[in-house]
């Protein structure tokens, strides 16, 4: 029987990205952005979207009864939201980080379906456990809570059979900024000596994590969170020192 994903995120980045696996691998997918999709976007076969705002709590209720009815219990439920508009940034990020994914989990939880795999993953950042320049302090207070409520739901939803996970990516390349990094010849040739992979990381790799640890592959990785650096971390500092 087909899969229920429902994918929070999922027009831009990493999120459109597994929007395009799960529509290959024949999945109904349901995906939430505050804005509709492109055109392109809109042709994928068994894709579904709605546009509200994760903060507008009765627009999330009445978009969620909307889904639910259309395509079924869920199987997949996948975060990806991140507070990207002009107001208090602090406010911004703990509403749409924290409070939406909580808020969303809590209404979703008895409306997955009945099979042995189900599974939410959350996306964070490093910057849930380091220090990224530019990014606000309430992105990383943001980050750091919703590992954090990933272990929390982990052990809540453990006894439904629900898996639980995060995933921590590094800056990566995505469709979105892919013409701002081969631009840039010099921060190019830094990545590439710092991570031993020897390029950056990109949405589709974040993609494939997500994707793999939704499926029953993994059944035992609950509580899980996978830092996607290519190997950046293990590195000693003075391999980048004074670059
Ligand atoms: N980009 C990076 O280098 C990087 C690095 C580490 C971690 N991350 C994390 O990875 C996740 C995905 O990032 P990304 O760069 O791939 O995607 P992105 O370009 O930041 O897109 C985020 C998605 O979330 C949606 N969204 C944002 N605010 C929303 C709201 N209030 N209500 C409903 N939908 C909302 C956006 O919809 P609209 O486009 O319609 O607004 C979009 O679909 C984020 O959580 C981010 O913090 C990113």
Redesign the pocket.
């Known amino acids: 029987m087909s899969k229920h994903s429902l994918i929070?995120?999922?027009?831009?980045?990493?999120?459109r990205e597994l929007v395009r696996i799960f529509s290959e691998q024949g999945h109904a997918v349901s995906v939430?952005?505050?804005?509709p999709p492109s055109e392109e976007d809109r042709q994928r076969k068994n894709v579904s979207f709605w546009?509200?705002?994760?903060?507008d709590k009765p627009g999330v209720n009445t978009t969620l009864a909307e889904i639910l009815a259309q395509n079924g219990r869920l199987d997949y439920l996948v975060f990806?939201?991140?507070?990207?508009s002009d107001g208090d940034k602090w406010l911004g990020e703990i509403q749409?980080s924290l409070t939406a994914t909580k808020e969303i989990i809590e209404a979703l939880a008895a409306h997955f379906s009945d099979s042995d795999d189900r599974s939410i993953v959350a996306?964070?950042?490093?910057a849930d456990e380091f220090i990224a320049d530019g990014q606000p302090a309430g992105y990383h207070v943001g980050?750091a809570g919703l590992w954090h409520l990933v272990r929390y739901f982990a052990v809540m939803l453990a006894s439904k059979g629900i898996r639980v996970n995060c995933v921590s990516?590094?800056?990566?390349v995505?469709q979105?900024n892919q013409a701002f990094y081969s631009q840039n010849e010099k921060l190019r040739n830094l990545f590439k000596l710092v991570i031993p992979l020897g390029r950056m990381g990109n949405?589709v790799d974040s993609a494939n994590v997500i994707a793999f640890l939704c499926s029953l592959s993994p059944p035992l990785s609950r509580d899980k969170r996978s830092p996607l650096m290519a190997g950046f971390l293990c590195c000693r500092r003075s391999r980048w020192r004074g670059k």
Request: hydrophobic share 35%.
């Open positions: 929070i995120g999922g027009t831009r980045g990493i999120g939430i952005g505050k804005r546009a509200v705002d994760v903060t990806l939201q991140r507070f990207k749409t996306v964070s950042s490093i980050k990516p590094c800056t990566f995505k979105e949405a």
